[in-house]
C-alpha cells in the first residue's frame, strides 16, 4: 500500500530517540521536523501547521501532554494528529493522554513498524478517514 508524504513533527529530548524516529518515519517519505523539547516544538508550531505531531510525554521545560493541550486549543493546528510517546503503560497516562485530547499514546520502545502503522493511520484518517478514539 502506498502511503502519501506528510509532515510529522517529532519532540523528544533524547538525540538518538529523536534520529531513530526520523529514520523510521522517513522510511516512508515523510518530511520530519525534529526538536529537543516543548519549546522548540511551539516555536516551530507558531509558523507550521504539520500534519501530525510525536510528542514525548517526559520532556524538560515542556512536556508532551502540555504541548498536547495548547495545540488542541489552537484552532488553526486542531487537525494535526498527535501520538504521545511515554515510557510507561499505565492508567494515568492513558487518562492524561485522553484529557489533553490525544489521538493515540504508544509506549517506549515502539517497534518501527508498529511506530509506521500507528502515525500513518492517524495521518490518514485526519484526512478523510475515520479516528477511533483513545
Not at 510528542?55 to 488553526?76: A, W
Not at 517506549?108 to 502515525?119: D, E
Request: aromatic share 2%.
Amino acid at each position: 500500500m502506498a502511503v502519501m508524504a506528510y509532515t510529522i513533527l517529532v519532540a523528544d529530548d533524547e538525540p538518538a530517540i529523536r534520529t531513530m524516529l526520523e529514520v523510521i518515519l522517513s522510511a516512508d517519505g515523510h518530511e520530519i521536523v525534529a526538536v529537543q523539547d516543548g519549546r522548540a516544538a511551539l516555536a516551530y508550531l507558531q509558523s507550521h501547521t504539520p500534519d501530525a505531531l510525536l510528542l514525548d510525554v517526559k520532556m524538560p521545560y515542556m512536556d508532551g501532554f502540555e504541548i498536547c493541550s495548547r495545540v488542541k486549543r489552537i484552532k488553526r493546528l486542531r487537525s494535526c494528529a498527535v501520538l504521545l510517546l511515554s515510557p510507561v503503560d499505565d492508567d494515568q497516562t492513558r487518562d492524561q493522554a485522553k484529557l489533553v485530547g490525544a489521538d493515540d499514546i504508544v509506549v517506549k520502545p515502539v517497534s518501527g513498524k508498529v511506530l509506521r502503522s500507528r502515525v500513518n493511520q492517524l495521518i490518514e484518517a485526519r484526512h478523510g478517514g475515520t479516528l477511533t478514539p483513545l
